[in-house]
């Protein structure tokens, strides 16, 4: 029952870094995928709008070793941060 519900395709065991970034100028926040240690408060770059182009952003919160079943936005949708500045 589980498959079916999830429209055939189960999610990925793997474990993911998820980063919620605040943009310059913009108070929605964002949640990305960080291949680097980040902590709250550090300044990143992430990638945003259709581009994808680096824009600095400020770490609002950091979540270590979620499992693709749990993660906060879907794993095929969200994209990885760029850099540590």
């Given at each position: 029952?589980?498959?079916?519900?999830?429209?055939?395709?189960?999610?990925?065991?793997?474990?993911?870094?998820?980063?919620?970034?605040?943009?310059?100028?913009?108070?929605?926040?964002?949640?990305y995928v960080?291949?680097?240690?980040?902590?709250i408060g550090?300044?990143?770059?992430?990638?945003?709008?259709?581009?994808?182009?680096?824009?600095?952003?400020?770490?609002?919160?950091?979540?270590?070793?979620?499992?693709?079943?749990?993660?906060?936005?879907?794993i095929k949708?969200?994209?990885?941060?760029?850099?540590?500045?």
């Amino acid at each position: 029952m589980i498959h079916s519900m999830s429209g055939g395709i189960l999610s990925e065991y793997d474990s993911y870094t998820f980063v919620k970034v605040v943009f310059d100028g913009d108070a929605r926040p964002y949640w990305y995928v960080s291949d680097f240690d980040a902590e709250i408060g550090d300044r990143v770059s992430a990638p945003f709008g259709v581009g994808g182009a680096g824009k600095p952003a400020t770490v609002v919160k950091v979540e270590h070793n979620v499992s693709g079943q749990v993660a906060p936005v879907p794993i095929k949708r969200v994209k990885r941060l760029i850099a540590k500045l």
